[in-house]
């Protein structure tokens, strides 16, 4: 486009843009401009988390009006500076936790906690619900051509489901009984990590019984709904009153948070990766008593990147099953609007290809 006396406008790119709680409308924004030592990226795939779609419903805070959300991405590169390591053409996808590298925290190796650090498509730094997206070469890591690109974007996810099983090392190898309490994508995903790494008898609990079915299919022993069945009770006949060692917390609400220490026995551990709800009520006297130990996990570090990527391209996890929906950018705010009402839980992973 020109504007008047031969100025040129900003070139434009189509994107999926937050306006506010319950609006997403498909427009032109502008396009980014490559920075030094960044790689410009044009996005294949970008799925949509759990946490944009409560960042759509206006509940978290965490997405700033208006914005394009999307951190769940993977693309071909469009753009490098002169002495890249990338070249135009190549398959990517990108680390969006964009963190420091020199506070105290990072060189500990938490750069998933960085408090300098920023995040993809949350608060107000813009996303990969878009044509294109822009960003420091030490964050984008590049796949081969028999992984998809709808495969790649779900690298993210996969990642999140990875540190939270490190979180209990070698620890799982004994572990007689572990819960996973919730089957969305992030807890179908730690099933099936827990099976990779040999895990014994896994219970997974749901209000869903569309999304137990998917565990039962993905490797649970044993599925569970809450709504129908007390699930202490229901784990205490399982295990014969042993109940499970460790349990893993995939949706971050306050039920499913008291239901992840319900179903621990005496000096048993939950991992905590669900972030939906900020305060909670548990019974600090159960924790106490019975010495419980609940771990959170955040995010990855791009180690636990790298070898998600690894585990997709060499198909040692099962993606088909968890991907409800593939379909154009420009679908994008009916897709939203679907997710946001979907009470049977039929819908898991949508995937938007700009």
């Known amino acids: 486009m020109m504007g008047g006396k031969g100025n040129r406008c900003p070139p434009e790119m189509k994107a999926l843009v937050y306006t506010g709680p319950g609006q997403m409308e498909l427009s032109q924004w502008e396009k980014p401009v490559r920075g030094e030592g960044e790689v410009l990226v044009k996005v294949k795939a970008v799925g949509i988390c759990g946490s944009d779609v409560e960042g759509y419903l206006g509940k978290t805070g965490r997405r700033i009006p208006p914005m394009i959300m999307g951190h769940e991405f993977s693309g071909e590169v469009a753009e490098v500076g002169g002495r890249s390591k ?3 053409g190549d398959r990517v996808v990108v680390q969006p936790k964009l963190y420091c590298g020199s506070c105290s925290y990072c060189q500990m190796g938490f750069s998933n906690i960085c408090p300098h650090g920023q995040f993809l498509g949350v608060m107000s730094r813009n996303g990969a619900m878009a044509e294109y997206v822009s960003v420091g070469e030490q964050y984008v890591f590049g796949f ?3 992984t998809t690109y709808v495969e790649a974007s779900m690298v993210e996810p996969l990642a999140v489901a990875h540190r939270a099983v490190s979180k209990l090392g070698t620890a799982i190898d004994e572990a007689k009984y572990l819960l996973v309490v919730g089957a969305g994508t992030i807890g179908l995903l730690v099933l099936q990590i827990l099976r990779k790494q040999g895990a014994r008898s896994v219970i997974v609990s749901d209000l869903s019984e569309y999304r137990l079915e998917k565990a039962r299919e993905l490797g649970a022993d ?15 006949e399982i295990t014969s009153d042993k109940m499970v060692d460790y349990s893993f917390e995939a949706v971050g609400l306050n039920p499913t948070a008291v239901d992840s220490l319900e179903g621990l026995r005496i000096g048993g551990t939950a991992v905590w990766i669900g972030n939906a709800q900020k305060m909670i009520e548990i019974d600090m006297q159960q924790i106490v008593t019975t010495e419980l130990t609940v771990k959170g996990t955040y995010i990855y570090t791009d180690e636990d990147y790298v070898q998600c990527l690894n585990l997709i391209e060499e198909k040692a996890v099962s993606l088909e099953p968890l991907i409800s929906v593939q379909t154009e950018l420009d679908n994008g705010p009916e897709v939203f609007r679907q997710l946001a009402e979907n009470k049977d839980g039929r819908l898991l992973k949508a995937i938007l290809m700009p």
Not at 222 to 236: C, E, F, M, V
Request: proline share 5%.
């Open 222 to 236: 044993y599925a569970i709904n809450p709504g129908r069945k007390n699930l202490k009770a229901a784990i205490s």
């Open 86 to 88: 990338f070249r135009v």
């Open 144 to 146: 081969g051509e028999n």
